[in-house]
């Protein structure tokens, strides 16, 4: 196995093969791509909690508060 470099300028995760891909068509592809990926996010979800029940709900609704915390600070001071 060889290891791949990153061309230099680029950011690193770029260099991690499926976040890399998908953070480069965020980035430089069309603007459907996000919601493309808000979709495979929607069904990975939906997956998990088919598969585990309401605690994969639970603990997506868990990793979530400290983005929503952040928004409601934002939303405070006014930016």
């Known amino acids: 196995m060889t290891a791949t470099t990153?061309?230099?300028g680029l950011p690193?995760?770029?260099s991690i093969p499926v976040v890399g891909w998908i953070?480069?068509?965020?980035?430089?592809?069309?603007?459907?791509?996000?919601l493309y990926?808000?979709?495979i996010l929607l069904t990975l979800l939906v997956l998990a909690v088919k598969t585990w029940g309401l605690v994969a709900l639970g603990l997506t609704a868990l990793a979530t508060v400290p983005v929503i915390f952040s928004v409601l600070i934002l939303i405070t001071i006014g930016k």
């Open 6 to 8: 990153n061309p230099p």
């Open 37 to 39: 990926f808000l979709v």
């Open 12 to 14: 690193w995760y770029y």
């Open 23 to 34: 953070a480069r068509d965020l980035v430089h592809g069309s603007r459907d791509n996000i």
